[in-house]
């Protein structure tokens, strides 16, 4: 085999010489092929150097651990450890960022949740949650809405809020007043001063929770008419027991003559209850007394004793006297006197079991 290459080193100053100058373009190749191929080794030596271990978290679980180059992608990694996503898989840091200065990549499998929204219900596949799972969904809460959420995360309830504003004429209810009469029973009662709504006009705002009224707030403009305070007028004076003498009590074992269902109304000594002429004396002349006075038919004599179990807690333990008549007071009716007017028509019309004594 000819060299047409010689290396002579009889010189030093002399260096090389090639024989046949035709050849340096050749040689020239020579060495740039073995420069490539030694930066080429060199490149892959450092890139083996510059590998590093990258943890791979499935919903916090770590599932695989790779050995990587700094120059690979999320997706490399993923690929190199044969994890497989599904759609709307979430992955964290994202599939084409470089895995340099990463070591740990996350993915969030996506589940089923449920969004009930303005009462709608709407399924969505996801991998985010809390708001951002909302945001996927479409769904923006205002600023007074709210969120809530199961303890699994897979049901979202969302309260939208909404506020309505309008002018209404409203009305201003009248408060009451008591004032108290010690010359009267405690059972005397009698309005002083009628009360009377007043009227305003009134901005009114409400809010409702998910198309629901839920609190209505009044604010006053403008005073049209002021309300009347009622001022009713009470007794305040301890009734006394009042028992006719030598009363047998039917509930006591008292004789008991008959037994019937009356139809029992009451009265007072005013003039709409007695007429014009009316004193407050009875027909037998005695003065009429609430809980002993009461009138009953000309078939029941006076001074019979009639027990009513109706009045069984007053202070006669429910045994009158009869003491006056009446030409509407026949039949099976009776009338019980009362000191006021307005007790009497408190009482109106019963139909009540009654006992005549003996």
Known sequence: MK??????????????RFDDETNKPRTVKIVASLAAVCCLCLFVFFAFLNRHDVDIYVDGKNVATCKVPSQATVADVLMQAGTELSYNDGVYPALDSKIKNVSR?????AREIAI?????VYLLSTSLAGYGALRQAGVYLGD????????????????????TEETQVIVLAHESQTKENNQEYKDYKKILTEGKDGSAV????????????????????????????EVVEVGTKERPVIKPPNVTYASGG?????????????????PICCGIYSNGYTATGAKATQYVTIAAPRSI????????????????????????????????????Y????????????????VHILE
């Open 105 to 109: 990549v996350d993915i969030f499998r």
């Open 254 to 270: 008292g004789a008991v003559s008959r037994s019937y269902i009356a139809n029992v109304s009451a009265y007072c000594a005013c």
């Open 144 to 163: 007074s809405d709210s969120l809530s959420v199961n303890n699994d995360g897979t049901q979202f309830s969302v309260a939208t809020e909404e506020k």
């Open 116 to 120: 009930t929204y303005q009462g709608e």
């Open 301 to 336: 004599p006076f001074g019979t004793r009639i027990y009513i179990p109706y009045f069984k807690d007053a202070p006669n333990g429910g045994i009158f006297v009869v003491q006056d008549r009446g030409g509407a007071i026949t039949n099976n009716r009776l009338d019980v």
């Open 202 to 229: 009134a901005t009114v705002t409400t809010t409702y929770i998910n198309g629901q009224a839920v609190k209505t707030e009044q604010l006053i403009t403008e005073i049209i008419s002021t309300p009347v305070t």
């Open 3 to 16: 060299y047409r290459l010689y290396i002579f080193f009889n010189n030093w100053q002399e260096g090389y």
């Open 338 to 353: 009362f000191d006021s007017h307005r007790a009497a028509l408190n009482f109106g019309r019963k139909n009540l079991e």
